[in-house]
């Protein structure tokens, strides 16, 4: 790949993007200045570990990031590196600071500091791999609860005890056992995340969960035609419960070709443009932001081992889109790593949202449905 492609992008600008007035400007600064920001999806602890990184969710302004501790993993390698967050976060608390409430998402605020959320991406680490899923089953969900754990994704892309994820043939929907957890989740408070599911398992999740479901990182599928996004009928029952989608920057999820999935490039006006679709389909309170995206592994220009596009891209371009395995395409131009994350409220006040609903966006829907659902 071109290099220059990600310098490039690391260095501009961002002229040409808006055409803002010089009030507009000030606006949009005071907002995100004194908005509450979360991230509903980092997959990466690199802003936490990596030095060159661990200032990027300040600069760009972010209350809150939701980090992926683990996904397919089990119990033991899950607790791992969910005590290696927190020990990261101690380590560092003149920056961080755990949240395992939206009263500690305020509080991160007032503080000057990044509120850490820590999140499953899949369910794998809380099945007990030692007996039958028959009855029970839901210590492991009880011990991340206690850790903190705060949003769990029922699915990653494949089939488990729970649903089927966006990458299988069939979707047969929760199990029995998937209902029970949906029950059991509501109980504990945690976040339902169906990011990652399948489109039946999506919808039997909206309708059995009791409390609001959220899509952490996903887009609308109207506008990239690809499974891992969410449909109009997805988009509108998890609004009609309460939830949000997360709006997404991963490359596949923002803009594809809607007949070869091929990835097409963008820019954050694409991004505005899945915001816009979800609001009008399931109104404004119930969009949200979440990146799905890594400043390091941009910068290093290759993907990780376990990134979904070595590993399931090759098999499933219409979920994944069709493109390089080995090094992401360019994230969408202007809101390409997380210090340029000011540039979501320009664009949101360049579409024409109030105050009041800029702020929903950059946070406030998410951390509604934290203080429900907790």
């Known amino acids: 790949m071109d290099d220059s492609v990600y310098e490039q992008y690391a260095d501009s600008m961002d002229e040409g993007l808006f055409d803002l007035s010089t009030a507009e400007e000030r606006r949009a600064k005071t907002l995100h200045e004194e908005a509450i920001v979360i991230d509903g999806c980092v997959p990466t602890t690199a802003y936490l570990d990596d030095p060159t990184y661990r200032d990027h969710l300040q600069r760009g302004g972010v209350t809150a990031a939701a980090i992926t501790a683990a996904s397919r993993v089990a119990y033991p390698e899950a607790t791992r590196k969910v005590e290696r967050i927190r020990g990261l976060v101690a380590e560092h608390d003149d920056a961080f600071t755990m949240a395992e409430s939206a009263a500690d998402i305020r509080a991160a605020k007032r503080a000057d500091k990044t509120a850490i959320l820590l999140a499953l991406q899949d369910t794998m680490p809380i099945i007990p791999m030692d007996r039958m899923i028959l009855e029970g089953g839901l210590e492991f969900l009880q011990a991340f609860d206690r850790l903190g754990v705060r949003v769990i994704q029922l699915t990653y892309n494949s089939l488990n005890y729970v649903g089927a994820g966006c990458c299988e043939r069939v979707?047969?929907?929760?199990?029995?056992?998937?209902?029970?957890?949906?029950?059991?989740?509501?109980?504990?408070?945690?976040?339902?995340?169906?990011?990652?599911?399948?489109?039946?398992?999506?919808?039997?999740?909206?309708?059995?969960?009791?409390?609001?479901?959220?899509?952490?990182?996903?887009?609308?599928?109207?506008?990239?035609?690809?499974?891992?996004?969410?449909?109009?009928?997805?988009?509108?029952?998890?609004?009609?419960?309460?939830?949000?989608?997360?709006?997404?920057?991963?490359?596949?999820?923002?803009?594809?070709?809607?007949?070869?999935?091929?990835?097409?490039?963008?820019?954050?006006?694409?991004?505005?443009?899945?915001?816009?679709?979800?609001?009008?389909?399931?109104?404004?309170?119930?969009?949200?932001?979440?990146?799905?995206?890594?400043?390091?592994?941009?910068?290093?220009g290759t993907t990780p081992p376990y990134a979904a596009y070595r590993n399931f891209r090759p098999d499933f371009p219409a979920v994944y889109g069709r493109g390089p395995i080995d090094h992401y395409e360019p994230f969408p131009r202007g809101l390409h790593r997380h210090t340029k994350l000011p540039n979501l409220t320009r664009g949101l006040v360049t579409r024409g949202y109030s105050d009041d609903e800029i702020r929903k966006i950059l946070g406030g829907n998410l951390l509604r449905v934290f203080e429900t659902v907790r």
């Open 171 to 300: 979707d047969p929907g929760l199990s029995n056992f998937g209902q029970n957890l949906v029950e059991e989740l509501n109980r504990l408070g945690i976040v339902i995340d169906l990011s990652h599911c399948g489109d039946r398992t999506t919808m039997e999740a909206i309708e059995h969960s009791a409390e609001p479901v959220v899509c952490t990182h996903a887009g609308a599928r109207a506008l990239s035609n690809l499974e891992r996004n969410k449909t109009d009928e997805q988009i509108e029952a998890i609004g009609a419960g309460g939830g949000v989608v997360g709006v997404s920057v991963f490359p596949p999820t923002v803009k594809s070709h809607p007949d070869t999935h091929e990835v097409q490039e963008s820019t954050i006006h694409d991004v505005l443009d899945h915001v816009d679709h979800v609001v009008d389909v399931a109104g404004v309170d119930h969009v949200a932001f979440g990146s799905d995206m890594s400043d390091q592994s941009l910068d290093r």
